[in-house]
C-alpha cells in the first residue's frame, strides 16, 4: 500500500481505460497524493480531486441520456450559426473580395449574401460551416454541461459537491489535494499548468475547458479578465487549448526538482510517481470490432493533416521522454479504440475496462520487484546512508517477518526517504549518486507508533523502525528489537 503522484495522459474516449486502471489501483489500498492530468486526464484527475471512486466515474460517465451514454454526446455536432456571425462571417468577407468584372456591384453583393446565407445555413454543411467560422467541428457545450453537473452531482465528505463555481484556489482549498491541469498558450507558444499557485482565481470549469479544448475539435479558448493572472502575468486575451499538443504525457513535472519546475508544481512531496499511459500499441483482449463510422475530420484532407501532425509532434516528445522513465509507467491497452469513440458498444467498453485493470495489476506486480531491487540495494550499497547496526537490524527483520508485514516495513522505508530522488537514482541507472538523498529524514516512525493491521491482519501490531540517517540510536534499536520479539513469540 502506498501513496503515488498520478500522471494522466490524454486519449479522448480512450481514456475510459482509466476507470479499470484506478480500480485496480485502489483495490490494492493504494492512495493518490498530487494529481496532474492532460486533455481526458485532465478531466479525470479533478473528478478524482472531487472525491469520485471509480465506480461512481463509470456511473457518471455511462448515465443514460435519451437512450445514449452521456459521453456520446461529448464529441456533438456544432450548433448553427446565429445571424450575427452568418453577417459578419468569413465566408462572406471572402466572397465580397472576388470581384465579378462583369457584374453589377448591386447584383454581386445580392449573389454574394445568398451564397453566403445559403451555405451556413444548410442543415447538411452545420460542421463545415462551424469549422470555418469558429475554427471547430464540434461544440463543447454538451462537454462543459456534463463537467458543471459532475462537479455538482453526489457527496464529498458527507456534504454535497458544490465545485462548478470553484475557482482552483477554493477548490483546492475545499479538498486539500494538489490537482494540476496542463494547457498549450499558442499566442505565447508556451505550455503552461493551471493549479492553485500558478493562477488561483481561474475557475476550475475554465481549466477544464481549456485542458479539454482539441484544436480543430473543439472551439479555442480566450483568457478572461476575471480569471486574474498566470503566475503574477496578465494574459488576456491569449488563447488556449488541449495541452496535449505541446506534452500530451508531462511526467517530468512530477519528478523534477529544478526550480522552474517547482514554481509550476509547488514542492516534491518525496512520494512515488505513477504515469498513466494510453498505448494504442497495445491490443485489448476480447475487444469486439467497432462499429465503422467515418468522422469529417477523417474525411476532409486538410483536417486529417494537421490531427496527424500534431499527434506527431505530442507523441514524438513522448517517446523520447519514456526511454528514462519507462519503470514508472503504466501502459494501458487501447488499440483499435478512437478518440471519438464514446458510443462504444457496452462489451467494447467493458474490455477496454478489464484491459486497464490488468495492465495495473501487472504492472504493480513488477513494480514490487523492481522495489524490492532497489531497495536491496540501497541496504547493500549505502554504508554512507544507514550505519552498520541499522543494515543488519533491517536485514534481521526480513528474514524473521511474514512477507506482508515485511513489505509493509519495507514500503515504510522507501516513504522516509526522499523518493523522487530515489526514482533517479535506481531507476535511472546512477546507483552510485546516492549522496544527495541523504537529507535527515528520519527513515520510518517514532519508536512508540504502530501499525495497525485491521480485521483481515488479525489486528496484529508490529513496531517498525525508528533509526535515523547516520545515527540509529541503540535506544531505539534495543525497543524496535523488543517490540519484534514479542511479535515473533506471540
Known amino acids: 500500500m502506498a501513496k503515488y503522484d498520478l500522471v494522466l495522459e490524454g486519449g479522448g474516449a480512450k481514456g475510459l481505460v482509466f476507470v479499470g486502471a484506478l480500480r485496480e489501483f485502489k483495490r490494492q489500498g493504494h492512495t493518490f497524493g498530487r494529481l496532474l492530468g492532460t486533455s481526458v486526464g485532465a478531466i479525470t484527475a479533478t473528478l478524482l480531486a472531487a472525491g469520485y471512486e471509480t465506480e461512481e466515474l463509470l456511473g457518471a460517465l455511462y448515465d443514460e441520456e435519451q437512450g445514449r451514454p452521456a459521453i456520446a454526446g461529448f464529441f456533438a ?29 448591386r447584383i454581386e ?37 456534463w463537467l458543471e453537473t459532475r462537479l455538482d452531482n453526489g457527496m464529498y465528505n458527507e456534504q454535497p459537491r458544490r465545485f462548478s463555481t470553484m475557482t482552483l484556489r477554493s477548490f483546492y482549498a475545499a479538498t486539500r489535494c494538489e490537482l494540476s491541469l496542463v494547457v498549450a498558450n499558442i499566442s505565447a507558444m508556451q505550455m503552461m499548468v493551471l493549479n492553485q499557485n500558478t493562477a488561483p482565481d481561474c475557475p476550475v470549469l475554465a481549466a477544464l475547458q ?3 479544448s482539441i484544436p480543430i475539435m473543439f472551439p479555442t479558448i480566450e483568457w478572461q479578465d476575471a480569471w486574474g ?20 504525457f508531462p511526467i517530468e513535472l512530477m519528478l523534477s526538482d529544478a526550480p522552474q519546475v517547482t ?12 504515469g498513466l499511459l494510453i498505448d494504442e500499441t497495445i491490443p485489448v483482449p476480447g475487444a469486439p470490432p467497432p462499429v465503422k463510422k467515418e468522422s469529417l475530420l477523417n474525411q476532409l484532407p486538410v483536417a ?78 549505502t554504508s554512507d546512508i544507514l550505519d552498520s547496526a541499522a543494515r543488519l537490524q533491517v536485514r534481521q527483520w526480513r528474514s524473521r517477518l511474514p512477507r506482508d508485514l515485511w513489505l509493509a516495513l519495507r514500503d515504510a522505508l522507501l516513504d522516509a526517504l526522499d523518493y523522487a530522488a530515489l526514482q533517479t537514482v535506481v531507476r535511472i541507472g546512477l546507483s552510485q549518486k546516492l549522496e544527495h538523498i541523504s537529507r535527515g529524514k528520519n ?27 547516520q545515527n540509529a540510536t541503540n535506544k531505539a534499536l534495543a525497543a524496535a528489537q523488543q517490540r519484534l520479539e514479542e511479535y515473533v513469540a506471540g
Open 109 to 145: 453583393t445580392q449573389f454574394d449574401n445568398w451564397v453566403n446565407h445559403a451555405i451556413l445555413t444548410n442543415p447538411r454543411l452545420t460542421t463545415l460551416a462551424s469549422l470555418l467560422e469558429r475554427g471547430s467541428f464540434h461544440s463543447a457545450d454538451t462537454l462543459i454541461n
Open 229 to 248: 493572472t498566470y503566475l503574477g502575468r496578465d494574459i488576456s486575451g491569449h488563447v488556449l487549448v488541449d495541452g496535449a499538443i505541446l506534452s500530451n
Open 304 to 381: 486529417r493533416l494537421i490531427a496527424q501532425m500534431l499527434g506527431a509532434s505530442s507523441q514524438a516528445r513522448t517517446s523520447m521522454l519514456l526511454e528514462a522513465v519507462e519503470a514508472l509507467v503504466v501502459r494501458l491497452p487501447a488499440k483499435g479504440y478512437d478518440m471519438e469513440e464514446t458510443d462504444m458498444s457496452p462489451a467494447r467498453r467493458d474490455s477496454l475496462i478489464a484491459a486497464g485493470e490488468t495492465a495495473m495489476h501487472d504492472y504493480l506486480v513488477r513494480r514490487e520487484q523492481v522495489d524490492s531491487v532497489a531497495f536491496g540495494r540501497i541496504l547493500d550499497d
Open 77 to 105: 455536432p456544432p450548433k448553427p450559426l446565429d445571424e450575427s456571425e452568418i453577417e459578419n462571417s468569413t465566408l462572406r468577407e471572402l466572397l465580397r473580395k472576388q470581384d465579378v468584372t462583369w457584374m453589377p456591384d
Open 443 to 469: 527513515l520510518v516512525v517514532d519508536v512508540e507508533e504502530l501499525l495497525d493491521w485491521s480485521e483481515e491482519h488479525e489486528k496484529l501490531t508490529a513496531l517498525i523502525m525508528a533509526a535515523r540517517f
Open 263 to 274: 514554481r509550476l508544481m509547488g514542492e516534491n512531496h518525496g512520494q512515488q510517481v505513477m
Open 210 to 212: 481549456m485542458a479539454t
